[in-house]
Every structure is written in structure tokens, then in C-alpha cells.
């Protein structure tokens, strides 16, 4: 046997195993990956506490970055070569339903976490593989930053999402609700496009951070009134953008009240447990008051957000928070589900 590939597989609630496959040969269309960083996201780790339920074996991973070391005959050489570093995009659109055809590909009807990936023992998104066998229109090109920073890309192309869906303007009061690593590429991008940012969580450190960040403003919502406080940081005119990045539901009961006249609600978490919550519709009708939902993120926002980060324009070495190799696997989701971590990272 020549070398083999290895991959992390879920076989249970808290079971993973290490475990080999044959490097795929390149198809046609495709290139080869040779993945060197992948980061577990709430999602893997969800899966990993079985709190997110999934058909079992089951390969995670969709925040990884590699180098290509093959490429099929089919593909485009006045745009890839073998050598280029690049973060996957994620591969579980359909690209044939009518949100993917207008380049919605984040709103995907057909969104599918249990895909079989081409040349993987097992179905699963697939990024936690040494080897992984990519369509190059899911591939963006990175620069100049680690592979551990470039890791951090996929998360930052959901926010700049996020952003751009709330449409901040030059000096908006915006509220970011919860300090992971969610809530603080919000106030990064926030900051960025000339907002003055507002924070709340209950973690006096988390919000230590922000400050680092940019934020101007922290409220710790079990030692002071989150609403009154608003009221008087903004002269009574509330938030005009409020990102709510957790997944508690009572939350958003809270971050709406939070919004001001015309502003705008941005619920970014999944909620777990998904409870309904209750606002007053005449007072959305009368303040003309937008509560939007996002998700995930398309083609244009992770080229947008590989340059950010190759630019440096915004730095994520903040957010790396442990780095571990293939033997200690374990460690590192143990690590990651204490939750206070930002992000934890595999190397291959």
C-alpha cells in the first residue's frame, strides 16, 4: 500500500476515530486538495455532543483550507495551477434550484450536510480529510496569512453576509448581541463600515475583546437593564442595527425590543431549543421595524472574504484559540464544547 489519506470520523455521540482511505485520483473536472487546516465549528461540535442529529458514520469539517496538488484535465488553467493556496467553499449547494440559479447558493433548497463527497469513505461535508476532491467553483484563492488564519474564512464570509444583509450605514448604532467569535466578526465588519458598535454578554473577557476589536460600548445584561441601557447610550433613539448571534430564543424577545425606529433585527444564530417568541406587531408596523433572518453565505461573499483576510484588513489571530494535530483529536473537541473557546483548529 502507498499513502494513504486520513480523515476524522464521527461514529457516535462523543465517538470519533481517526481513520484511513485511499487518496482519491482526480476526476475530470476536479482538483485535488491536500487539506492542512480544518476548525470545528458549532455545527461539528453539535454533532459531536449529539445535540445535532446525523446518520452515522458521518465525516464533518467545512472551514478547511489546502494547497492543490492535482488537477483534472477538464479544468481551467489560466486560473488554477497546482501550488495554489486556497480555502474550500462550501459544497453542499445543489446549484439547480432557483435560489442557486440567482446566485443564492447560501438559501439553497436543497442544502444537504449528509452529501456523499466524491472520493470519501463516508457522507458529511467532508473537511476534515487530508485529501478532498473540490469543483474549482467552490474554490477561492488565499494569501499571505497561515492556513490556521485562512480557516477562519468560512465564518467570515457568513458575517460579512450578515452585514451586508442589514445594510449598515456610516455611523449606525449597532448592538452586537454575544461575544464567540460570531459576535466579534460582526464588530469587526461593523466597525469597518463606519459604525459605532454596542456589545452584550455576560462574559466580562469576551467583552474585553471587543473593545480590543473596536467596540465602543459593552453592557453585561445580568448586572444592568439591556433596553435602558440602549436608551441612554443612544440618546433614546435605540440601535439601528442589532445582531443577535445567539441561540437562545428569549434572546431574540430581547434584541427586538432593542431596535429604534426603521431599524433592523439580525437574528444570525440557529436556535436551540427553537422556541417561538412574541413582539408587538403595532409597534413594528408603526416604527417600520425590519426582523431579518440570515444563513450561511454564497460565492461572492468568500471571495470577499479571502481578501479581507489576505489583506490583513481584518486579522484573525484573535480568533484562533488551540491548535492540534491528528493524534489529538479528541483534545480538541473536548476543548472546543467547553465553549469557551473562539475557534479550535485540526492540522493534517
Known sequence: ??????????????????????????????????????AICTWEQRVYTGVKKVDYPFIGGHEMVGTIIDMGKDVDRRQ?????????????????????????TQNCEHFDHSKQQEGLPYKGMGGMSSHLLVSPTKLFKYSKVTPEEATITEPLSCVLHSVETADIQFGDMVLVIGCGIMGLLHVCLAKARGAAVIVSDMNEERMEKAKGLGASYTINPAKEDLHKRIAEITDGQLANVVF?????????????????QRGKVVLYSSFYPDKPVSFSPDWLHKGAVQILGTANSNERDFVRAAKLISEGIVDMKPFISGVYDLDHVEDAFESAIIGDKFRNIIKF
Do not use: R, S
Open 1 to 38: 500500500m502507498g499513502e494513504m489519506a486520513k480523515t476524522i470520523v464521527f461514529h457516535g455521540v462523543k465517538d470519533i476515530a481517526v481513520e484511513e482511505y485511499p487518496i482519491p485520483k482526480v476526476t475530470d473536472d476536479k482538483v485535488l486538495v491536500q487539506v492542512e487546516a480544518c
Open 80 to 104: 488554477w495551477k497546482v501550488g495554489d493556496k486556497v480555502t474550500v467553499g462550501v459544497t453542499l449547494a445543489c446549484d439547480n434550484c432557483i435560489q442557486c440559479k440567482t446566485g443564492n
Open 244 to 260: 443577535d448571534t445567539t441561540p437562545i430564543a428569549a434572546v431574540a424577545e430581547d434584541a427586538i425590543k432593542c431596535a429604534g
